[in-house]
């Protein structure tokens, strides 16, 4: 099968099973907003711009797990600086789940490298840059390999791993596997806030 072909099949399935996702989840996304809303004064979505494809920045949608004006920086366990309900969708990773949105838009996919913030983006260098040639996604590579732990470097070096290697039939294992072992939202790791627009 031509990767032009799979690409498009890609696609596809991108947009089918993030449109079933955003109807199944209207409720509970719904009752999370609310949650978020009683929890802590702001709005339920946050908004940050990261690099898309080609660098190209693009507004990513996030729920809020953080208190608002909350500084940038390292998020530690029992950060003051995330709210109650913010705990509990971090731990559960429910927070990610409005990129459904991004993904219907074009602007990521089910499956790919995790957006970088612009500022980190622009400080790739060439063979970093490489991971911008793709889609970011929600699931990727580094993952199912401790994504959690891992180090900026051991990351990129997936990423550009699940770049090299690319087909629609890796995307598929990454996916089943991700469901199996019941992490399918990457989280980006407790690095930074990844929550305070700059």
């Given at each position: 099968m031509s990767s032009k072909i799979q690409l498009i099949l890609k696609r596809l399935i991108d947009i089918l099973l993030s449109l079933i996702g955003l109807v199944?989840?209207?409720?509970?996304?719904?009752?999370?907003?609310?949650?978020?809303?009683?929890?802590?004064?702001?709005?339920?979505?946050?908004?940050?711009?990261?690099?898309?494809?080609?660098?190209?920045?693009?507004?990513?949608?996030?729920?809020?797990?953080?208190?608002?004006?909350?500084?940038?920086g390292f998020v530690q366990e029992d950060d003051p600086r995330v709210t109650r309900i913010g705990h509990f969708l971090r731990m559960t990773s429910l927070d990610e789940i409005p990129q459904l949105w991004n993904i219907l838009r074009g602007e990521m996919s089910l499956v790919g490298p995790r957006p970088d913030r612009v500022f980190r983006a622009d400080e790739y260098n060439?063979?970093?840059r490489s991971r911008l040639t793709v889609l970011p996604g929600i699931m990727g590579w580094a993952q199912l390999h401790r994504g959690r732990s891992l180090s900026w470097e051991e990351r990129?070096?997936?990423?550009?791993?699940?770049?090299?290697?690319?087909?629609?039939?890796?995307?598929l294992k990454i996916m089943v596997l991700s469901l199996l072992r019941g992490n399918m939202v990457q989280r980006e790791g407790e690095r930074e806030n990844g929550e305070v627009e700059k």
């Open positions: 199944l989840l209207t409720v509970p996304f719904a009752i999370i907003a609310l949650a978020i809303k009683l929890d802590s004064k702001g709005p339920a979505v946050f908004r940050q711009l990261r690099a898309g494809k080609d660098g190209k920045p693009f507004t990513l949608y996030k729920f809020r797990t953080m208190k608002v004006g909350a500084q940038d060439a063979r970093v990129y070096e997936l990423d550009l791993e699940y770049v090299d290697n690319w087909s629609l039939w890796l995307d």
